[in-house]
Every structure is written in C-alpha cells, then in structure tokens.
C-alpha cells in the first residue's frame, strides 16, 4: 500500500508540473498596462492579423504575436484591422495596441480640395494641411509621368487634380499624394467616357478638360454649367473669340469677376480677348459637374452670358448682342450700387 500511495503521489506531482507547463503555454507572454512612449504603425492592405502580430513584436509594441492575435479574436476584431497608418506605445497589452487599432483612431489629415482651384491653390492647400513644403510638391508636379498623368494631358497637371476629399496619412509622400489625385481624374475620366465623348464632338480629351476648367471658373452654379459650355461651344463653332475673364486672370496670375482695359491688353495666350480658340490648356481642377457640361452641352443658340448678380450667382444668356449690352449694363448698374 506504501507503494501504492508513493505511486499516486508521483503521478500527482507529474500532473501538477504538466498542468503549470500547459498554462504557460496557453497563456502566451503580454505586457501589462498602455505603455510608453510612441510608436507609428502601418498595417498594409491585404495583412493578416498575424502579420499585423509580427510588425508589432518587431517593434516592441506587444510582447507576444500569440497574445495579440488571442486579443484580437477576444474583441471579435479578426476581420476588422483596417490598412492605415495609427499611433501606439511601447510594450502595451495586447489588449490596449487592439483598442488603438480602431479605424476611427487612424493616423490621417483629411483634406477637401474645392472645384476649381488652379494647381498653385491647390499645392498650397495641400502644404499648409500636411505641414509638407511646398516646395516639395512642386517638385513633385514637374515629374507627371511618375503620377501618372494620361498621355492626352500634353504634360500639363493644371486641370487634372481632381477636386475631391482626401485622406492623407503621415507615410503619403508629395508624389503619394498627387498621384492619388491623378488616379482619381482618371478613374473620373474613364466613368464618364471622357476619350469616346471627345470624339463624338470632335475634340481632344485635353480640349474637353479646358472647356469645363473655363465652366468651372466662369458659372455661379451648376445648372448653369450646361448653357456655359454652349456657349463655348457656340463662339468656337463660329470662329469667334472666346472673350473669357477667367483665362484673363488666369494668363496675369490674377483673381477677379471683370477684367480692366489694362488686363485685356495682356499679351498671354490665356488671353481670349485677343486670340482665337481655346487656350493652350485648363485654367483650373473642373468638378464632375464641370465634366459632364463640357461633354453633354444642351442645345441652345447663346452666345453671350453675363453674371449680373455675382454675390447670389445669377448669370443670365443671350443671344444677341442688343441682349448682352443690356444684360452688361445690367451688371454694371449692380457694381455701381
């Protein structure tokens, strides 16, 4: 029986070491508490929780890859970790790394970039919302190929930054970021069959852009955005000149509703006053809005419009010239009080 006993007593010393041994295993290595200092993260598009695992051990953020994927699966977030960029602290728990890891809590500047704005305008957004020089998109503008801009731009990026919001995150480089802007012209472009629309109205895709950077700038609202293109349409049809303010100031580097006698002397050929046809390119970054006029002119017989009251974004057509002098002195008559 002495024996006996001894026997049960080893076997039950073996089982308690093998039970601490199977908890050690079961319960992987974790630090305790939020951490310390700071951390920048990325999870790429397409990583798997146990990837994301790894990139945190790497950087000490967790202790154990087993005791994040286990915190993960514990906050039901399996299939929820977000590609981004976040903030963290070195050796935090599992547990507290998960819980910055919301998409909510992403590491990002989101920037709205307004219908319109010419490129300067726009890299000058742009620096001021990254905190990134402006010089550096600068120098990121003169490389189009690399953003790749189509073939139909004749190397010009004025007009092809689409007008959208972005989501700009601290790893997005000058390049990284106009690109994103690029890709969104194009995948704009391909939507609204912008190559096939040109050439039903015997234009190039890069004329169709101009056309609707000049109805952009020129319109107060978007339902006039379509008689503004007629209009365009119109004077170029007859070999007229397109006498356009905004490629006026455009030209001079200026900002205005009415060009002076001095502005309409400017030798630039954004002058539409004194050269026929359009101008050379896009005045400015046109919405979808501007897009769809450009390529969808209704039918009309205007030749003339005049913002006659600029403050509240009344334009009004004409089409003879007795009716634009009336509708001009109009607007004067407005300007004077």
Same mark, same amino acid.
């Given at each position: ?92 728990? *599992? ?5 910055? !890891?919301?998409? &909510?809590?992403? =590491?990002?500047?989101?920037? $709205?970039?307004?219908? #319109? /704005? ?110 503004? *293109? ?5 004077? !170029?049809?007859? &070999?007229?000149? =397109?006498?356009?303010?905004? $490629?006026?100031?455009? #030209? /001079? ?85």
């Amino acid at each position: 029986m002495l024996a006996v006993l001894i026997l049960v007593g080893g076997l039950g010393a073996g089982g308690y070491y093998g039970y601490t041994w199977l908890s050690d295993v079961m319960t992987p290595d974790d630090y305790a508490g939020q951490g310390s200092g700071e951390v920048t993260v990325e999870i790429e598009t397409g990583q798997t929780a146990t990837e994301v695992a790894q990139t945190l051990v790497e950087q000490d953020v967790v202790k154990s890859a087993k005791a994040f994927t286990n915190a993960v699966a514990a906050a039901g977030k399996s299939s929820s970790l977000q590609p981004g960029v976040y903030r963290l602290r070195k050796q935090m728990s *599992a547990a507290a790394a998960v819980d910055l !890891l919301d998409p &909510g809590k992403q =590491l990002m500047e989101r920037v $709205t970039l307004k219908e #319109g /704005l010419r490129l300067s305008d726009t890299i000058t957004t742009l620096a001021k919302s990254t905190g990134m020089a402006a010089a550096e998109f600068q120098k990121a503008a003169r490389d189009t190929e690399a953003l790749g801009l189509p073939s139909y731009a004749r190397g010009r990026l004025e007009g092809y930054l689409f007008p959208a919001t972005y989501d700009i995150t601290p790893k997005m480089s000058a390049t990284d970021i106009l690109t994103a802007m690029v890709d969104r012209f194009n995948e704009t472009a391909e939507k609204e069959k912008l190559v096939a629309g040109a050439k039903a109205l015997g234009r190039t895709p890069h004329e169709i852009i101009t056309i609707a950077s000049i109805v952009q700038a020129e319109s107060g609202k978007a339902d006039d955005m379509g008689k503004i *293109a007629r209009v365009i349409y119109n004077r !170029l049809e007859e &070999g007229r000149k =397109l006498e356009m303010d905004s $490629t006026v100031f455009y #030209g /001079l580097k200026k900002y205005g509703i009415a060009a002076t006698n001095a502005d309409l002397q400017s030798t630039s050929p954004y002058n539409t006053y004194r050269r026929t046809g359009l101008p050379p390119g896009p005045i400015s970054n046109p919405g979808d809005q501007a897009i769809q006029a450009a390529l969808n002119p209704p039918a009309g017989d205007w030749r003339w419009f005049v913002a006659t009251d600029p403050e509240r974004g009344v334009t009004e057509f004409a089409s003879t010239e007795a009716d634009f002098l009336r509708l001009k002195a109009k607007f004067e008559k407005t300007r004077t009080g």
